[in-house]
């Protein structure tokens, strides 16, 4: 099977550089700093004229965690819709408990819905923070979510290679399994071969320069030290790095 190469991209642009490198299929957000956030409904339109690979759009609200209240899940859901409608392939989308179990009522609505459009749902690294990956995946797969995005409840893929491999091996005939964090054309090769996946989600980030990030006693910087006055941004280099690292398993 083919590998497929998911490009993390926080805007239209971003979106443009990933499929000019090759990748197979885009995950867009907004506020990539805080994890991702939903994207504006204008970056999502743009991309859509231009870009033909599928993009997967993230609903999620505000930085932090994953359990969602219902006033903040009316919106994420309203947001959804208007993804769906405006050519969304697909929605990212997690909510969990305070104990970290899987809120079933609203992420069973976030699948319900995605399909009635007749779309992709997948469940993201919210999936890393549950109490109990095998009871989690159960749930999932009897909703019939389409994927999980998983880093095996690591800071990085290649620290949950155990992990990916065992989901991969008990669960990945019944769900599809997307490893990243810390994904890049390095360690990409190894990471299909070790897992048995079959997919990459890594961000191939970049980093451009904003002079007016800081001025007089102000200062925007979000990015550590060397990057102070930068903002990150998709490499179309770094994604055709990562697409020919991997192109030994086509």
């Not at 408990?97 to 069973?108: K, L, Y």
């Amino acid at each position: 099977m083919k590998p497929k190469i998911e490009i993390c991209c926080g805007s239209a642009l971003d979106c443009l550089a990933a499929q000019a490198g090759g990748a197979d299929r885009i995950e867009l957000n907004s506020a990539l700093a805080l994890g991702g956030l939903t994207p504006t409904l204008a970056n999502l339109i743009e991309a859509r004229k231009k870009v033909t690979i599928p993009i997967i759009t993230m609903v999620r609200s505000r930085g932090a965690g994953f359990c969602t209240s219902e006033a903040e899940f009316e919106i994420l859901y309203a947001d959804a819709e208007l993804l769906l409608t405006h050519g969304a392939d697909g929605l990212a989308f997690g909510a969990l408990h305070e104990d970290r179990t899987i809120n079933a009522e609203q992420t069973r609505k976030m699948i319900d819905l995605a399909h009635r459009y007749g779309k992709e749902f997948v469940f993201h690294r919210a999936f890393d923070c549950a109490v109990d990956w095998d009871v989690a995946l159960s749930q999932l797969i009897a909703w019939k979510a389409d994927r999980i995005l998983t880093s095996g409840g690591q800071a990085k893929a290649e620290q949950g290679i155990d992990v990916i491999a065992r989901l991969q091996k008990q669960y990945g005939d019944q769900i599809e399994i997307l490893a990243g964090s810390g994904v890049h054309a390095g360690n990409a090769l190894g990471l299909l071969k070790q897992t048995g996946i079959h997919q990459l989600h890594s961000s191939c980030k970049d980093w451009q320069s904003d002079p007016t990030t800081s001025g007089n006693h102000v200062t925007y910087a979000y990015a550590p030290a060397p990057h102070e006055l930068d903002y990150e941004i998709v490499s179309e280099q770094k994604v055709r790095e990562l697409t020919a690292a991997v192109a030994e398993l086509n």
